[in-house]
Nanobody, 123 residues
Framework: VQLQASGGGVVQAGDSLRLSCVAP????????VGWFRQAPGKEREFVAG????????VYSDSVKGRFTIYRNNAENTVYLQMTSLKPEDTAVYHC?????????????????WGRGTLVTVSS
């Protein structure tokens, strides 16, 4: 499964941004989908994940209440709506997918990774 993320950019603290992820020729519905991020010099960090069946959604504590992951299965697109952005949200954001009925929170449990999109939040 090839994943393509887009929507990154440079914003100011407090702004909002929406990232998108598509998988050309594939449907997301059987997969768990999610987002990781990696800031310079830091480990990859789980951000949010979702499974279609059961409607289970998981967020990291650092983004809970500010970020929302959702999918449009008709458009085969997964979104990450980010609000109240902070400078510490600056990172490369990767769209991920897994053949899983739950939401893994460790990087090794996600099977498919897309190239990231850079989000820079200035103070």
């Amino acid at each position: 499964v090839q994943l393509q993320a887009s929507g990154g950019g440079v914003v100011q603290a407090g702004d909002s941004l929406r990232l998108s992820c598509v998988a050309p020729g594939r449907t997301f519905s059987p997969y768990a989908v999610g987002w990781f991020r990696q800031a310079p010099g830091k480990e990859r960090e789980f951000v949010a994940g979702d499974v279609w069946r059961g409607g289970r959604t998981v967020y990291s504590d650092s983004v809970k209440g500010r970020f929302t992951i959702y999918r449009n299965n008709a458009e085969n697109t997964v979104y990450l709506q980010m609000t109240s952005l902070k400078p510490e949200d600056t990172a490369v954001y990767h769209c991920v997918a897994a053949r899983s009925t739950d939401v893994p929170t460790t990087a090794k449990d996600w099977h498919y990774w897309g190239r990231g999109t850079l989000v820079t939040v200035s103070s």
